[in-house]
């Protein structure tokens, strides 16, 4: 999408605006859907997201020609394209303490896929189309996509799910109905800002390096082709793959023994070393070589940012708070991609540099406010086992 942008006249900031909208959008809409979703059961909201979602795709697919128009229609995914929260949060209820870590690492893990076939499926796409043809191809592909979920959801899911439905009603007979704000008010800031703050200023860090990759490395390594930077994201999304399909044999190791804040520790730490090599990188091989080091760490920060928030919280709280934990983060995928664009104006390699320097803070914040402190009273949400 950003080289088709570029061939629409539009310029690095202009970009990075685009890419700002669906962050911005999800800043309010999420703890309006972790709400709804406490409340009247998380799969029913997934399926209706689902179904708007890839509505908005396949109109997409029909107004590739203006970025106005598609800068419209990306309110749509921003209110509405919360699937993967919906889906951890449904883990975060049913799976117990000992395989929650297990359950979220595979759940990203098969995320990942997307990001493996994703790009290079685009990439040929665009080759043999031409960008523009592609662009709506693809748009519309991705339409089909979340259509063939919600039925999915529909005839599998839902059948199959009405013990966890039964649980979520159990839960909101248990307490007294409340406004949205008033139940944000009464979170333990005191333990959660410190976890939240080094989530946000990570996942920043992140989306301003991803955001200006496809156009940073077309003018690094201008020989590339349109699939060859396909199978670079691809790459990226293969050892994503790999790394979540390892967290859950990683945390129960003898090291860990499943301790998720050391996990988290060394995770912090292992992200700005893997923006420091691509950041100082002057080749192709060695940026790859940053780019996996990057992956294993935001891959096990995701997986333990879920089940730290989850364990923290009050019973029959996660949803809430995970949707506050996603707004927050929408507020790094509104900002990042508009910060990249300005970076960029100046040089195609500034915004590594920007996200290294963002790391390391990140990493300074979970280790003075998380790991340092004595770990909070943990409060398990309800499984299905407990019932």
């Known amino acids: 999408m950003p080289q088709h942008a570029t061939e629409l006249g539009a310029s690095p900031s202009i970009i990075g605006l685009y890419g700002s909208i669906y962050g911005a959008i999800q800043l309010f809409s999420s703890p309006i859907i972790g709400h709804i979703g406490d409340t009247h059961g998380r799969i029913p909201v997934l399926y209706f997201c689902l179904i708007i979602a890839a509505s908005g795709y396949c109109i997409s697919s029909l107004v590739t020609y203006s970025l106005l128009l598609l800068s419209l229609l990306r309110f749509v995914a921003g209110i509405f394209k919360h699937t993967q929260d ?148 691809s790459y990226n999304g293969t050892l994503g793959l790999v790394i979540g399909l390892c967290i859950g044999s990683v945390s129960a190791c003898t090291y860990y023994a499943g301790n998720e804040e050391k996990m988290q520790m ?35 920060s995701r997986a333990c940012g879920v089940i730290l928030t989850t364990s923290r919280s009050r019973p029959n709280e996660a949803g809430k708070l995970l949707g506050l934990s996603a707004s927050i983060l929408s507020i790094a995928r509104s900002a990042g991609p508009f910060v990249a664009g300005i970076a960029q104006e100046f040089s195609f390699a500034a915004p590594a540099y920007v996200s290294f320097v963002t790391s390391v803070l990140a990493l300074l914040v979970y280790y003075s406010k998380v790991y340092r402190v004595h770990e909070p009273p943990v409060h398990e949400p309800p499984t299905l086992k407990d019932q």
Request: hydrophobic residues 55%.
């Open 266 to 300: 060394h995770a912090s730490l292992l992200i700005p070393v893997g923006f420091a090599i691509i950041a100082f990188s002057n080749n192709l091989s060695l940026m790859m070589a940053g780019m996996a080091i990057l992956v294993v760490g935001t891959a096990v």
């Open 86 to 233: 919906l889906c951890r949060n449904c883990l975060a209820d049913i799976a117990v303490k000992k395989e929650k870590t297990k359950a979220i690492g595979q759940f990203n893990a098969l995320s990942n896929i997307g990001f493996i076939v994703g790009p290079a499926i685009s990439g040929y796409i665009s080759n043999w189309l031409g960008l523009a043809t592609g662009i709506s191809v693809c748009f519309f592909l991705c339409g089909v996509l979340f259509f063939l979920n919600a039925i999915m959801v529909w005839f599998i899911l839902w059948p199959n799910a009405p013990s966890v439905m039964v649980l979520m009603k159990q839960n909101l007979k248990k307490r007294e109905e409340k406004s949205l704000f008033a139940r944000i008010m009464e979170i333990d800031w005191k333990v959660h800002s410190g976890l939240l703050l080094s989530r946000f200023l990570a996942a920043f860090a992140v989306l301003i390096y991803r955001s200006s990759f496809v156009l940073g490395v077309k003018n690094l390594y201008p020989h590339l082709t349109p699939a060859e930077v396909g199978y670079l994201v």
